[in-house]
């Protein structure tokens, strides 16, 4: 096989995607450098389209899939029941196209079925760690204008879990890409420093964290938490449960290398691939609907709203007593 044929980009005839170059080719090609990320979806059930993908090709996989009984006038809904036997095989697939050094982000909540919690996002998290899965973190999005609400027995739903997995404990994670401000907490907490501030000081309840306060004194960013505060999706009317952009851009800035590919398999309105395209990454979106393909095509090219503004949030009015996908 002469260089040039083995440097190319690999090709499957039957889907018509590209995937991008990889290794030493694509580090050192400045023609490759120089193109622009170059984004795919493709229409189908993501469990057949992945199976066509080849092995350890992807740098992250960030979606949100059906969650259990949704989107039912959509994707038809899935059991709660039946959902981890659903998932699996997908997840199969996830795992063998994920490179090493690669992550998973599941966006995913559970529901209330009979006035309790249902268990299936708990069992899927199992079930994928006898797949062969890291539970590696758990990521809590705060949906800052989750509208308000008044239930007998709870309050309005205002949180998501972007559960993270991986394949091995050595993945790829630039945790500078996703500094946020120090706050003005700092002004007066890094003034006035104690002992154990000034070395590192052991969690009291074991948790096998600890911390030197005084490392930080003086810097203007610091590591964020593991809570985003992020709004809901306002602006995208084209589709039943559309995530914001900014939430997909942080986990890719935080776990996908430049140049490298994302993948979605759930694409809906092609929020991901929006996010991947504008921080200069390669990305595949699998979408079973042939509507909503043409829908991410639109967002992708960057011709409709992708994220809602902070201005966008419902303003509550005070009152003595007044969701998920």
Request: proline share 8%.
């Amino acid at each position: 096989m002469s260089k040039a044929r083995k440097n190319a980009p690999r090709t499957d005839p039957a889907r018509q995607f590209t995937l991008p170059l990889e290794g030493p080719a694509a580090e050192t090609s400045a023609a490759a450098n120089a193109t622009p990320p170059v984004q795919r979806i493709i229409q189908g059930d993501c469990l057949e389209i992945l199976r066509s993908l080849p092995d350890a090709s992807v740098d992250l996989i960030v979606t949100s899939p059906p969650y259990a009984d949704s989107r039912r006038a959509t994707y038809g809904g899935v059991a709660p029941d039946a959902y981890v036997d659903w998932f699996l095989p997908r997840s199969h697939e996830m795992l063998r196209v994920l490179k090493p050094s690669g992550t998973f982000i599941l966006n995913i909540k559970e529901k209330v079925v009979n006035g309790e919690r249902h268990p299936y996002v708990l069992n899927l998290i199992l079930a994928l760690r006898e797949q062969g899965w890291l539970w590696t973190e758990e990521f809590i999005w705060h949906k800052k204008n989750s509208y308000p609400g008044k239930w007998p027995n709870r309050f309005r739903d205002a949180w998501e879990r972007c559960l993270q997995f991986n394949k091995t404990r050595q993945f790829y994670m630039d945790q500078d890409a996703v500094r946020v401000p120090m706050g003005n907490w700092a002004e007066s907490r890094l003034k006035r420093l104690s002992d154990t501030d000034a070395r590192r000081d052991e969690s009291r309840v074991q948790s096998g964290f600890g911390k030197n306060v005084s490392r930080w004194v003086g810097r203007a960013l610091a590591y964020p938490t593991n809570v985003l505060h992020l709004a809901t999706e306002c602006a995208n009317r084209s589709h039943s449960a559309a995530f914001p952009e900014a939430l997909p851009d942080w986990f890719i800035r935080l776990f996908c290398p430049a140049r490298g590919l994302v993948l979605d398999p759930f694409l809906g309105s092609g929020t991901t691939l929006r996010a991947a395209k504008a921080l200069g990454r390669n990305g595949i979106g699998i979408e079973l609907r042939p509507d909503y393909c043409a829908i991410a095509e639109t967002t992708v090219a960057g011709d409709s709203p992708a994220e809602a503004r902070e201005d966008d949030a419902p303003r509550e009015t005070p009152r003595a007593s007044t969701a998920s996908r």
